[in-house]
C-alpha cells in the first residue's frame, strides 16, 4: 500500500470513528431522556419482572458493542461496501425534527405500555386486508404500521433502542450479501429485499452495489411510501405494497434475496410459509441473506436483554422465536446455512438455494 493509500485509509477510519461515536452519543443520550421521560419498567401493584438468565457481564456486553463496529469499519477496508455518510447539514436538520418527533411521542408510546394495549390499530385497519398477526402495536408503537407518522418516525426508534447501533447491524448483514455475491455482475443480480419497511437498509444495499435491479417488498403501504423516498436516486430499483407469505415473483426468479428484522415478529405458522416463499422464489445456487435479534444461547452476556425485550416493547411472537431452530427452519425448504456471524445484538445467516 502506498503512502497516500495508507493516508487516506487512517483518515477514512478517524471520520468514521468520529462520526459513529457522535451518532452513539446522540441517539444514547435519546434513550437516556426517554427512560426519564418514562414510568418504571414494572407496572404498579404488579410482581417485578425477574429475567431467568443471569446478568451478563457489563465489560462484556460493552465490548460485544465496540466488536460491532470493528467488525463494521473492517467490512468497509475490505471494500465489502463504502463507509457510512451519516453528517451533513440536511441530515442534521432532519435528525432535529425526527428528535422533536421522537420525544412529542414518548409518552404515547409509555401509556400504551403501561395499559399493555398493544393492538388499537385494528380498529383502525382495513377489515381483511391484513393478516390478524400484523395488526399489533408491535413496540407499542403508535399507529403500529400503517400510518405515515408511524414511518417518519420508526428509524429513530429503532437507532435510540440500540444506541446509535441499528445501522451497523444492518450493514454486517450487508457485509455477508457482498460476500455472497463476490464475482457477480450486480447488473445480472436481480435482489429482492422482504419487509422492507422504510427502506433503510435497501438504500444501504443500493449504495454498495448502485446498479443491481432490487425490489422492497413490504405490507405497508406508509412504509413503502417511505422506501419509494429513500430509493428514489436509484432508477432501476423499486418498492412495492406485497405480503411475504405470497411473494409475488415466479418460480426461481431472483438470484439475491435479504429479509431483516421480520422473523421474530412472525407467528411459527408464517415462518414456515415465509421461509417456503423464499426458497420458491430463490434460483438454484441464489444467496439469501437472514438478518434478526439473536437466539437465546447465541451470547449468554446478552441472554437477560433477550428477556426483557418482549415484556417491555410489545413482541407477541418473540418468545417462539428464541426458540426457533432456523437451520432446520430454512434447511426443510432446500436454504443450507453457508455462515453465521453475531453482530452485538443481531444474528446474520447466509444461505445457498440448492
Not at 435528525?95 to 409509555?110: I, L, M, Y
Request: charged fraction near 25%; proline fraction near 6%; include cysteine.
Amino acid at each position: 500500500m502506498s503512502l497516500v493509500e495508507n493516508v487516506g485509509r487512517l483518515a477514512g477510519r478517524a471520520r468514521y470513528t468520529v462520526e459513529q461515536g457522535a451518532r452513539v452519543a446522540w441517539y444514547s443520550a435519546h434513550y437516556l431522556a426517554a427512560r426519564r421521560m418514562s414510568q418504571p419498567f414494572d407496572r404498579p401493584g404488579e410482581p417485578k419482572f425477574r429475567p431467568v438468565a443471569p446478568a451478563g457481564d457489563v465489560r462484556r456486553i460493552r465490548q460485544s458493542f465496540i466488536d460491532l463496529f470493528a467488525a463494521d469499519r473492517a467490512n468497509i477496508d475490505a471494500g465489502l461496501y463504502p463507509a457510512p455518510r451519516d453528517f451533513s447539514p440536511g441530515k442534521a436538520m432532519r435528525a432535529f425534527d425526527r428528535s422533536q418527533r421522537f420525544f412529542k411521542d414518548v409518552p404515547r408510546v409509555d401509556a400504551r405500555r403501561l395499559e399493555r394495549r398493544g393492538a388499537e390499530v385494528r380498529s383502525n385497519a382495513e377489515q381483511g386486508r391484513y393478516p390478524a398477526y400484523y395488526l399489533q402495536n408491535f413496540h407499542y408503537q403508535s399507529g403500529g404500521w400503517l400510518t405515515p407518522e408511524s414511518a417518519a418516525l420508526y428509524d429513530t426508534q429503532v437507532e435510540v433502542l440500540f444506541a446509535g447501533a441499528a445501522d451497523a447491524m444492518r450493514r454486517i448483514a450487508l457485509g455477508s450479501l457482498a460476500r455472497g455475491l463476490r464475482g457477480k455482475d450486480q447488473r445480472r443480480v436481480r435482489h429482492l429485499d422482504i419487509a422492507c419497511g422504510t427502506g433503510r437498509f435497501l438504500a444501504q444495499t443500493l449504495h454498495a452495489f448502485p446498479r443491481m435491479p432490487s425490489t422492497g417488498l413490504d405490507l405497508s403501504p406508509a412504509y413503502i411510501d417511505a422506501a419509494r423516498a429513500q430509493i428514489a436516486r436509484w432508477p432501476q430499483a423499486e418498492a412495492v405494497v406485497g405480503n411475504a407469505e405470497a411473494l409475488p415473483f415466479a418460480d426461481a426468479s431472483l438470484d439475491a434475496i435479504t429479509c431483516i428484522y421480520l422473523f421474530h415478529e412472525l407467528p411459527p405458522r408464517v415462518r414456515r410459509d415465509v421461509a417456503r416463499e423464499i426458497a420458491r422464489v430463490l434460483k438454484p445456487g441464489g444467496v439469501f441473506i437472514f438478518g434478526d435479534s439473536l437466539q437465546a444461547g447465541d451470547a449468554p452476556d446478552l441472554d437477560q436483554m433477550l428477556e426483557y425485550f418482549p415484556v417491555g416493547f410489545h413482541e407477541p411472537f418473540y418468545g417462539s422465536y428464541q426458540e426457533e431452530d432456523l437451520v432446520a427452519l430454512f434447511g426443510d425448504t432446500g436454504l443450507k446455512v453457508q455462515e453465521t456471524e453475531l453482530a452485538f445484538l443481531t444474528k446474520v445467516m447466509r444461505f445457498t438455494r440448492f
